[in-house]
């Protein structure tokens, strides 16, 4: 049985349900002797915590990470790191209702098709509860990545029709449009994570009218990676864009991966998206970043730059048709908390499977030349 574990040199093995007694996790292939900072941790899982704001689930978790193994007098061992993240505000009676009914666009159907039956404690395994584990092992990665001057932000870019215009990294043809660097301080501003005011209240006023109308909303998160080396991604199979890809995919809710012009490049002719090179200050560049920092599935010292789309939550106190375990045409209504909007709290996920990509793939190229 396979699926719980993520990486290769720095690998994470998950474990836990939503509704059991914590989600938890081991981390393989952290040096010995490196620094972590457990504040460090506690922030990012501080970020993607349940209850933060009135756009969130009311659930309400402190998500206090124990640290079980690997780092004594706070170094780290060389060992694995274990680490549990306690449970304490579950209410799965919540989910008595609909043991035996398929919740739509849920993992019920095909999950119990997949093994027999089903953990309908909100969700199990397949809720996004698990994410707690990427975040920890996401966390230690980013500060790995300090030591390598390698930053990695992500923001919500779109919520619905609200769409962020607003050039953050000048990407594409207008590169060097802008030297302003984005900063996670800037992205955690206000409650839905856009780094711009004006866009952020129209996104906040919109989750608002879908969560009174007892709906739910989708959107985008994008992601900048800069301060990169050239040479990170294997061939074939693992070139780095199909690594972050992969990473992205697998949080739930995501519907969608595109990187550098992505879907764009379709409308555009080879003399239009061609990144051509130029010398500044001595240094070989692109003059544009169409590619996204990424050139035959091997980073080119550009920013990386992608975005995940992620559907709207599934789990909605709206009247919906669905059918039970024995076949029978049935009207559903939901109870429990859940996110009228998951993006704002999908941000720190993304950065955590990114660092998580990254910091795997500087590792692997240790060993790609003496």
Same mark, same amino acid.
């Given at each position: 049985m396979g699926g719980n574990s993520f990486g290769n040199i720095f690998k994470l093995t998950s474990f836990g349900e939503s509704h059991g007694d914590a989600i938890g996790?081991?981390?393989? +292939?952290?040096?010995?002797?490196? =620094?972590?900072?457990?504040?460090?941790?506690?922030?990012?899982? $501080?970020?993607?915590?349940? +209850?933060?704001? $009135?756009?969130?689930?009311?659930?309400?978790?402190?998500?206090?990470?124990?640290?079980?193994?690997?780092?004594?007098? +706070?170094?780290?061992?060389?060992?694995?790191? +274990?680490?549990?993240?306690?449970?304490?505000?579950?209410?799965?009676g919540d989910y008595s209702n609909i043991k035996d009914l398929f919740r739509p666009s849920h993992a019920d159907f095909s999950w119990t098709g997949k093994y027999g039956l089903r953990d309908y404690r909100g969700g199990g395994r397949s809720s996004a509860r698990e994410h707690i584990a990427r975040v920890v092992a996401g966390a230690i990665a980013k500060q790995m990545l300090e030591q390598y001057n390698i930053s990695i932000v992500a923001y919500t870019s779109q919520v619905g029709d609200v769409i962020l215009k607003k050039n953050i990294a000048g990407f594409g043809p207008n590169k060097f449009s802008s030297v302003k660097i984005l900063t996670s301080a800037e992205v955690d =501003? $206000?409650?839905?994570?856009?780094?711009?005011?004006?866009?952020a209240n129209s996104m906040i006023n919109l989750i608002n009218e879908v969560r009174k109308d007892h709906d739910s909303i989708g959107g985008t998160v994008s992601c900048i990676i800069s301060g990169l080396p050239i040479g990170l991604g294997e061939p074939v199979f693992d070139k780095c864009q199909a690594l972050l890809a992969h990473a992205m995919m697998s949080i739930n809710a995501a519907k969608g991966f595109e990187y550098g012009s992505g879907f764009r490049s379709a409308y555009m002719k080879g003399s239009e998206h061609n990144d051509e090179f130029i010398c500044n200050n001595d240094k070989i560049e692109c003059a544009s970043n169409n590619s996204g920092g990424i050139q035959g599935g091997i980073s080119n010292g550009e920013n990386i730059y992608f975005k995940v789309a992620f559907?709207?939550?599934?789990s909605i106190m709206k009247t919906q048709k669905t059918v039970n375990t024995d076949k029978e045409a049935l009207e559903l209504n939901i109870l429990g908390r859940h996110d009228p909007c998951v993006v704002p709290r999908a941000v720190p996920v993304v950065e955590s499977m990114a660092a998580m990509v990254i910091l795997d793939l500087l590792f692997q190229n240790k060993l790609s030349k003496l």
């Open positions: 996790g081991v981390i393989e +292939g952290i040096p010995a002797g490196f =620094s972590l900072s457990l504040d460090k941790i506690q922030h990012e899982l $501080n970020r993607r915590r349940p +209850g933060q704001s $009135n756009i969130s689930t009311p659930r309400k978790e402190d998500d206090i990470v124990q640290i079980l193994s690997g780092i004594f007098e +706070g170094k780290t061992t060389g060992m694995p790191v +274990g680490f549990i993240v306690k449970n304490n505000n579950s209410r799965s =501003s $206000n409650i839905v994570r856009c780094p711009d005011e004006t866009t559907k709207a939550t599934p």
